[in-house]
């Protein structure tokens, strides 16, 4: 099952919740890290205190436990039932951090600072990328960053829908500028070789 996140039956689709539900009570989760990843913790010891931090389609949320004990205020959003079983497990005394929500439509209240990015963007279809770049947009404020991994690939299947060469540019360079770009320190097998972490800062 190399580069996909489970076979899809007939009619799910990944752009609603039952896709996700169905993965996360069943436990085929191979996007599931585990652990928060190293480029976090460079990120987490860079900020300044108390931004207030989104990270959409948080999933198990391994890393908003990193932003929370760091004294920021951390929104981890997710539409998904199951997943923020799987995240409450995990957070423990931190799990109030949660919300469920469709990041598209909940109401997240005042601007983020950051928008942290892991395996969200290429769960979504790829009609829902420009929606997605206009919501980062909406939800950061002028000078907040965008910071996290994208992944690449030319296979048309999905989830994971891959990035093209030169696909993420026009996405986001409308309202961002890329200040950091590297190869990811680790990667998990359905990522492997084909994942970047990336810093956009949003334009004022
Ligand atoms: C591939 S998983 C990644 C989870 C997590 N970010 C990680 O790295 O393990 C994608 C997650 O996005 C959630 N999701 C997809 N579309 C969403 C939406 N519109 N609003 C909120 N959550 C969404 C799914 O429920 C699922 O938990």
Redesign the pocket.
Known sequence: MAET?GKPAPKQDP?G?EF?EKR?REEVTP???GRSPPEVRTLVAGLAPRRRVLI?????AYEARAFAEAGHEVIA????DA?LAAARRVLGEWAGVLHQ????TADLGAPFDLVYE???LC??PRRLWPAYAARIAEVLRPGGALAGYFFWSESERG?PFGLRPGELEPLLEGAFARVADAAAQESIPVFAGKERWQVWIRAG
């Open positions: 996140f752009a919740p996700w996360y996007w599931d890290a959409p389609g948080c999933g198990s959003l997710d539409f998904s997943a929500g469709d990041f598209f892991r395996a969200f769960a979504l989830p």
